[in-house]
């Protein structure tokens, strides 16, 4: 089944204990990104990735880092979490094709709800 | 990018066909209309893209105007588990902004009554 997962599905931790919330997909797309989404705000852009070792930073990419070794994988780490990054983050991917690759279909995985004490 | 303005909410009931209508008063040229379905707490979920005039498939249809100016996406005959958010983008998918990147609004809430 095509399908991308995300762990842990939820998280409560602590200011400042490091953290990295794993995101996979198995359609072999080039595309993957990171969003989260706060009550009132929407959906907004943390990073995005067109391909391995290539990634770039999205809306609001402060306090966020991420990595792209393998086409499948796009971990997204926090090496400081602080109260303001609680919220739910969601991770996607889409194939190339032609033009820019969020224009295709972008498949979400279920999310990962992380609170920040 | 294009900013789009949607209801920010809409009720209907089952069996009903339901109409969300987005502006986009200042679309470019070569900007596509992206919409998406997000029920609470899941990702959201790609429901149809268009450029101009119609598109249907089998969960929806997009009306885009000659002008371009809004788009309409319908529903038909809305069940209980249509009940969710649904976002209208519209960017260029080749040249558009910083990134080319599409940004989701706040969305419009529909739901759905027995």
């Known amino acids: 089944e095509a399908q991308v997962t995300q762990n842990p599905r939820y998280l409560i931790t602590v200011t400042g204990k490091k953290l990295t919330v794993t995101c996979s997909q198995n359609m072999n797309h080039e595309y993957m990104s990171w969003y989260r989404q706060d009550p009132g705000l929407g959906l907004r852009q943390i990073y995005y990735s067109m391909n391995v070792e290539v990634t770039d930073k999205g809306d609001v990419p402060e306090g966020y880092k991420v990595s792209r070794k393998e086409k499948r994988n796009f971990p997204l780490i926090l090496e400081s979490p602080s109260p303001n990054q609680t919220s739910l983050y969601f991770c996607?991917?889409?194939?190339?094709?032609?033009?820019?690759?969020?224009?295709?279909?972008?498949?979400f995985g279920p999310g990962t709800r992380l609170t920040v004490l | 990018l294009a900013k789009t303005t949607q209801p920010i909410s809409m009720d209907s009931y089952e069996g009903q066909e339901v109409n969300i209508t987005c502006s986009h008063n200042?679309?470019?040229?070569?900007?596509?209309i992206t919409w998406y379905q997000q029920f609470p707490s899941q990702g959201p979920r790609f429901i149809i893209q268009g450029y101009k005039t119609k598109v249907t498939n089998e969960v929806a249809s997009l009306f885009i105007p000659a002008d371009r100016k809004s788009s309409t996406l319908s529903l038909p005959r809305v069940s209980l588990s249509d009940t969710a958010v649904y976002y209208c983008?519209?960017?260029?998918?080749?040249?558009?902004?910083?990134?080319?990147?599409?940004?989701f609004g706040k969305g419009t809430k529909l739901s759905v009554k027995p």
């Open positions: 996607a991917s889409s194939f190339k094709g032609h033009g820019r690759p969020s224009y295709n279909e972008q498949f």
């Open positions: 983008l519209v960017g260029d998918p080749v040249y558009g902004g910083s990134q080319g990147n599409l940004i």
């Open positions: 200042n679309i470019a040229t070569n900007d596509y």
